[in-house]
């Protein structure tokens, strides 16, 4: 005859949390599954680094999760998400992880020779081409490219991809514990996602040094919420030293010649005081200095 169990009997993962939580508040957080809400650091989890060391200090376990949905939500015409994560799968492949890197559905070809100095080799990259009206396929095809042993992340730009689609990318990748990135259009962002990290990335209000900037809020992540948005340059490191380079140059240069108009309006000035015409020869300024406005100069002839 079958005996149930007594009513005071808890199940193993309750068990568990007992217990840890018997040894002190700080060692629930060590059952699988169970994380602080107030402090993300300690939640175990495999990550890659993003290259970005403002975004890792966002994000748990310092980089994309492994085996989770990053989402990443995009204005219209925005071209953020290779700034985004480029470095990390760079960083991915200067470790030595094999795999493919497959694009589902961009809505641009990649250029090869960019992606190439950006650390990601181009042979690597695989590209699957739909129409606007295979939404459905498109995420089935990042379901599979996900399950596929020689993949080492899959990119899905999903636009118009119905929740349930979203729940399976989310199981297939923390099944096979790949690096996974959905890009979908920033109105998104009021409704309910099963991606345990979103992210919101769009272009800051201002430039800093002549450089523009990318603002990304996060959204959602297991941890407390982000007080701040993080700022990135929008380009490359590379190309950003050159750009601060011409920055300084122009400012430099800038400041040169206000220096000179300066110098020069002084001269003219003392020259007016003495009753010397202005523009006798010798006291002509130099070439590409700003001249003085037609009213402001003294006629030779009335001199």
């Known amino acids: 005859m079958f005996t149930p169990p007594p009513l005071t009997a808890a199940p193993p993962s309750l068990q568990a949390v007992s217990e840890c939580a018997a040894d ?56 953020h998400e290779w700034r985004l994560v480029l470095p990390g799968l760079a960083r991915a492949v200067a470790q030595g992880s094999p795999g493919r890197v497959v694009l589902v559905a961009p809505p641009h070809a990649p250029f090869g020779p960019v992606l190439a100095a950006g650390g990601l080799p181009a042979d690597r990259v695989y590209r699957v081409v739909a129409g606007p009206h295979q939404e ?26 119905a929740p349930e ?35 919101w990335a769009r272009a800051a209000g201002e430039a800093q040094a002549d450089v523009e900037m990318v603002q990304v809020h996060v959204l959602k992540r297991r941890g407390p919420p982000a007080l701040a948005p993080v700022l990135l340059p929008a380009c490359d490191a590379r190309l950003l030293a050159v ?23 002084e001269r003219l000035h003392a020259l007016r005081a003495l009753g010397v ?27």
Do not use: I, K, N, Y
Request: glycine content about 8%; hydrophobic content about 40%.
């Open 24 to 79: 002190g508040p700080d060692a629930a957080w060590q059952v699988p599954g169970v994380w602080r809400g107030d402090g993300m650091a300690q939640a175990p989890q495999r990550t890659q680094p993003s290259g970005h060391a403002p975004l890792d200090a966002q994000l748990p376990g310092g980089g994309w999760p492994l085996g989770a949905m990053s989402e990443v939500l995009l204005p219209p015409h925005a071209f």
């Open 136 to 161: 459905a396929q498109a995420a089935w095809a990042a379901e599979q490219a996900l399950r596929c042993r020689d993949v080492l992340a899959v990119l899905a730009w999903l636009p118009q991809t």
């Open 165 to 199: 689609s979203l729940r399976r990318l989310q199981l297939a990748a923390a099944q096979q514990g790949r690096l996974l990135w959905v890009f979908r259009p920033e109105h998104r962002r009021q409704q309910a996602s099963p991606a345990p990290l979103r992210l």
């Open 243 to 265: 750009l601060q380079a011409q920055a300084r140059r122009r400012q430099s240069a800038q400041e040169a010649a206000q220096h000179q108009w300066q110098q020069r309006q």
């Open 277 to 303: 015409p202005t523009e006798l020869p010798g006291a002509v300024p130099p070439r590409g200095v700003e001249s003085l406005h037609a009213l402001d100069r003294t006629s030779s002839a009335r001199a």
